[in-house]
């Protein structure tokens, strides 16, 4: 496989929230947007919540918000996971999840 680290990352993080009321997951979703969008090197950010028409047996329906975010390299990724925004939605959110799996691919 070719070097990687060039390639776009897909970084994509599903969380499974202690409280799953609609207004918290909202609640949740706006910090996100709040403090994940945007980032120097982002092509693509989007937070959403479970798609409850689609209950079929190849679906993980173990989460209740997700988030993608698609940076141009690994450079950006790393730069992201670091940033003070990052750092400061996870001090203020990481109580309010039960578990988070994060899944990152590229290409």
Partial sequence: MKNSDSLPLVHSVYFTLKDSSAESCEKFRAACRKYLAGHPGSVHFSAGYLADQYDRPVNDREFHVAVVGVFENAAAHDAYQVSDRHNQF?????????????????G
């Fill in 90 to 106: 996870l001090a203020e959110q990481a109580e309010n999840w039960s578990q988070v799996r994060v899944f990152d691919a590229v």
